[in-house]
């Protein structure tokens, strides 16, 4: 079984910090994908990274794949209310997707 | 391009009732994936159908199973319901062929079992 350990658990921050949030596996994995959940939705896809080193930006979002292809990183620039959720990594494989157990953000206005 | 479509939202059911839930993947994905999500346990993988045919299985009790059909439209059934039932059911599909198995989720069925 391939884990997928999220780091940190709960991140409770005011709007305009910066903040990264932290995937990492002992496992090598072929790509890696991140969601963004919230309360009483499904997750929604945010990005996939495939090739090691990548470096993945999505407006105030950037994601890297580790070299290694074993850990991945989300960093949040100027965080605002709106980036409040669950973020979830996960790996897809044949119709199976292996989740992290996420880190649930608060940002405060 | 329409998402994935969950039916019900809500649903209350009691202890040794059974359930079935609906899920109508994005148009022309082929596979279809059911999860279970609880504060305690995350994201769990229940099955995943490809082709009207079970392809993927996680670690559930029998009492947790599905099905597809040709239009790849897919449901799942609880049988005996039991009050750890009680989670928001995830669906999510993919074109599922080589390569192509990103998954995109609905917006679940939040089922509790009184």
């Known amino acids: 079984t391939q884990l997928l350990e999220q780091s940190p658990q709960f991140l409770s921050i005011q709007e305009g910090e910066n903040l990264t949030v932290y995937c990492n596996s002992s496992s090598v994995f072929s790509s890696l994908q991140w969601y963004r959940q919230e309360p009483g939705e499904g997750p929604v896809l945010l990005v996939t990274v495939v090739t090691g080193g990548e470096v993945k930006k999505l407006k105030r979002l950037t994601f890297q794949f580790g070299d290694a292809r074993k850990d991945s990183s989300l960093h949040i620039t100027a965080a605002q209310p709106g980036d409040t959720g669950l973020y979830l990594c996960?790996?897809?494989?044949?119709?199976?997707?292996?989740f992290g157990d996420g880190t649930t953000l608060t940002v405060k206005p | 391009k329409a998402g994935v479509t969950q039916t019900p939202r809500y649903l209350i059911k009691t202890r040794g009732q059974q359930v079935t839930l609906s899920c109508s993947p994005i148009s022309g994905h082929r596979s279809v994936s059911w999860y279970q999500q609880t504060p305690g346990q995350g994201l769990q993988f229940l099955f995943e159908?490809?082709?009207?045919?079970?392809?993927n299985k996680g670690n559930f009790p029998g009492r947790f199973s599905g099905r597809q059909f040709s239009n790849s439209r897919s449901e799942m059934n609880v049988s005996t319901l039991e009050l750890g039932d009680s989670a928001l059911y995830l669906c999510?599909?993919?074109?599922?062929?080589?390569?192509?198995?990103?998954?995109?989720f609905g917006a679940g069925t939040r089922l509790s079992v009184l």
């Open positions: 999510a599909s993919s074109p599922g062929g080589t390569g192509k198995n990103i998954q995109y």
């Open positions: 996960a790996n897809t494989n044949a119709g199976k997707s292996t």
């Open positions: 159908y490809f082709s009207e045919t079970q392809r």
